[in-house]
């Protein structure tokens, strides 16, 4: 087996989301490639939570649709999840002896264990996330070198005794496994490779203000955006920059706002709710030109909503989102490497034309831990443009040029003086109420809208050339779009996928082609009113009669059997039509 899923599933305090951190980081340092994602309910602290980690020794783009090894703590913390793990055909289950599995599973292959009177045998009562560690890696063969290597880096800040206790634990979980003797799963087969990175979304995001020049951060704390600001809480003052935590959204987005008015490359982050307070700052941001970055990290909404899952559902807020015509970009990340890619173009489309910019990604992205070769991390950065002598000798700070970007000076700037607010203005940046005025000043502003679209064509486009059925989906649907085309063997050949990395301004002449090219369209999405498809219906011609729609809520992942089953009855239908 060369395709393995583990899930571990506890209670607060269990260790289940640890156990599944020290697999991947194992699996990573030996050039495996990883997708770990956590569950967990919206309580501040405790609670039941889930670790599942996919391992393969091939490129994957998405969690699987199936767990094969399954380890429960607790059965009564195992309800909170069960919608949202499935098990496979020949999965094996591992519990806690004496806590039985309720009917729908003891039919299943499943071995009581006594996890915790084990760890307190070996004198560590508090681990028996890794002593089924030890029993999980020596019952499928997982590298136990590098897990145990793993213990050794995630308990390296503690004492050394608590590193060999831990050590102990494990061996002593891979004795265990011994004596299960033959298991209905086949061993994990494996070849090691060159080390590579183990990161989430919201690190890649971080990482890629970074690499693109950021040296200030305004952010309040909200779930699923918060590690952008932990981490950048922790790198700019390394870097010469600074961290601001906020008391509210507002501030983060004032703040930002304000910092890159003064000069300075400048982010916030935050998820729905947050977003919805920054409508009218994003305004600001687009009336006076100023260069502004904004992450939003999707979760199931609206108001406080589902703040631990994922959901596809903030796109009109993000495009629309603010009164008034406000041209701004929305760039969307599909997965941990995309968010470092997307986060450096949103600094470089933001600098160069003097836009707010917003990358949206989503709590199964930002969140997930995804392996990352280091080689790909490279993006070139773009830098705004400063007056020269020439503009200082008449500075107007928002004249005509055919591009809409006129140079922006900072303060104490020599010649570089001029009066910028909320309100409309005239080239000099003089409040005006005049119609030809507002007329001009929109067409600049939206001017640099078309020069975005005409730079930046951002959008992935795989499957079959010519497709019988064209799927059009975007974020985080795309890498179960990919899994989905590799479970449907030859099937895969009469299909094609579109998938928009730049939302706004959309790539309307690529999308077009494609769907000129298609037999019939299907939309998905994780949005229950069809936000993408709405959008869609208003950007391009897509045919009616020949377009479906997938979309549903959020709170679960996406699986690739969705869509294998939604594409079913379009090739159906379309080899009919051959037929007739």
């Known amino acids: 087996m060369r395709d393995l899923t583990l899930a571990f599933v506890g209670a607060g305090g269990d260790g289940a989301v640890a156990a599944g951190d020290i697999v991947a980081s194992a699996c990573a340092s030996k050039g495996l490639h990883i997708i770990k994602t956590e569950a967990y309910g919206p309580q501040i602290r405790g609670g039941e939570s889930s670790s599942t980690v996919r391992v393969s020794g091939e490129p994957i783009h998405a969690q699987s649709d199936a767990v094969d090894v399954l380890v429960v703590f607790s059965w009564a913390d195992f309800g909170r999840f069960r919608d949202e793990i499935a098990l496979a055909d020949k999965a094996i289950v591992f519990h806690e002896r004496g806590d039985e599995p309720p009917e729908a599973i003891a039919s299943r292959t499943c071995f009581g264990v006594p996890f915790a009177a084990l760890a307190r045998e070996a004198g560590a009562a508090g681990a028996k996330n890794v002593l089924a560690t030890g029993l999980v890696a020596g019952a499928l063969g997982l590298p136990l070198d590098a897990i145990r290597s793993a213990i050794a880096r995630r308990f390296a800040k503690k004492a050394p005794a608590v590193i060999e206790s831990n050590l102990r634990i494990f061996d002593r979980g891979v004795l265990e496994a011994a004596s299960l003797g033959p298991l209905a799963l086949e061993q994990f087969t494996y070849e090691t490779g060159t ?155 933001a600098e160069e034309y003097q836009f707010p910019v917003i990358v949206l990604s989503d709590q199964s992205i930002a969140q997930r831990r995804q392996t990352v070769d280091e080689v790909r991390l490279q993006h070139e950065v773009r830098d705004r443009r400063y007056p020269g002598p020439e503009d200082l000798q008449d500075y ?139 959008y869609l219906l208003s950007q391009v011609d897509l045919p009616r009669q020949a377009t479906s729609l997938y979309s549903r809520s959020g709170g679960k992942p996406l699986l690739a059997s969705e869509i294998v089953k939604a594409l079913q009855p379009l090739l159906v239908a379309n080899r009919m039509e051959v037929l007739a």
């Open 195 to 349: 080390p590579k990175l183990l990161m989430s979304g919201n690190e890649a995001t971080a990482l890629g203000a970074i690499h693109a020049g950021c040296r200030f951060f305004a952010g309040y704390p909200i779930t699923p955006s918060t590690e952008i600001l932990q981490f950048l809480g922790e790198w700019l003052p390394k870097l010469g920059g600074s961290m601001l935590q906020t008391e509210d959204e507002l501030s983060a987005i004032g703040a930002t706002i304000g910092a890159s008015f003064a000069g300075t490359k400048a982010m916030t982050a935050t998820s729905g709710p947050g977003l919805s307070l920054m409508a009218e700052l994003l305004g600001l941001a687009s009336i006076a030109e100023i260069p502004t970055v904004v992450v939003n990290v999707q979760r199931g909404g609206p108001s406080t909503g589902l703040p631990t899952k994922s959901e596809q559902s903030d796109l009109f807020q993000a495009v629309y989102a603010s009164h008034g015509d406000t041209p701004r970009v929305v760039i969307a990340c599909s997965d941990v490497e995309e968010s470092f890619h997307a986060t450096v173009d949103a600094f470089n489309i």
């Open 396 to 534: 107007q700070r928002y004249r005509s040029r055919p591009d809409g970007v006129s140079p922006m000076s900072v303060p104490g700037m020599a010649g570089g003086i001029y009066q910028t607010n909320g309100l409309e203005h005239d080239e000099q940046g003089r409040p005006s109420a005049s119609f030809q005025v507002h007329e001009a000043m929109n067409q600049k502003r939206f001017d640099k809208l078309e020069a975005v679209a005409e730079r930046y064509r951002l959008f992935h486009r795989f499957g079959a050339e010519r497709p019988e059925v064209g799927v059009i989906c975007w974020g985080s649907s795309v890498g179960v779009l990919h899994e989905a085309l590799q479970k449907m063997g030859e099937e895969a050949g009469r299909v094609g996928v579109f998938a928009p990395i730049m939302l706004a301004p959309l790539p309307r002449h690529n999308m077009q082609t494609f769907i000129d090219s298609c037999d019939s369209i299907l939309v998905v999405e994780l949005s229950y009113s069809g936000q993408f498809h709405q």
